[in-house]
């Protein structure tokens, strides 16, 4: 005697769903990750803007000339805006910001913060 054929139903398609459902959920995954990987260029490019900008505004000032002024001539040259620029003493203390990346609803800004002045 040969044994009962059991009928499972139609399970022709259920792979092609969790493949969708797999994909998807990379898709999400790689798209966060590009976005982390946007604000770490971000933040890295604030930071830079802001080292420059203070030593920039730390050599005028050694020099006898505007250090703030300089120091945004740069801060702008290198894709910031100035949030604050203060003379303490011999050092120039700067604050930058510079667009975050505009993805999956992310609308922060980055900013940095640098100290220059004579060693």
């Known amino acids: ?52 900008a203070a030593l920039a505004g730390a050599e005028a000032q050694a020099r006898g000339r505007d250090p703030c002024a300089a120091a945004t001539t740069v801060a702008t040259a290198n894709g910031a805006t100035v949030d604050s620029c203060v003379v303490d003493g011999r050092d120039v203390l700067m604050r930058v910001t510079v667009a975050g990346p505009r993805w999956l609803a992310q609308h922060h800004d980055l900013s940095a913060q640098a100290r220059a002045g004579p060693a």
């Open 1 to 52: 005697m040969r044994p009962p054929v059991v009928d499972g139903g139609d399970e022709r398609g259920s792979a092609t769903l969790f493949a969708i459902a797999v994909i998807g959920v990379l898709v999400f995954v790689g798209a966060a990750l590009g976005v982390v990987g946007a604000m770490v260029h971000a933040h890295r490019v604030a930071q830079s803007a802001a080292d420059l």
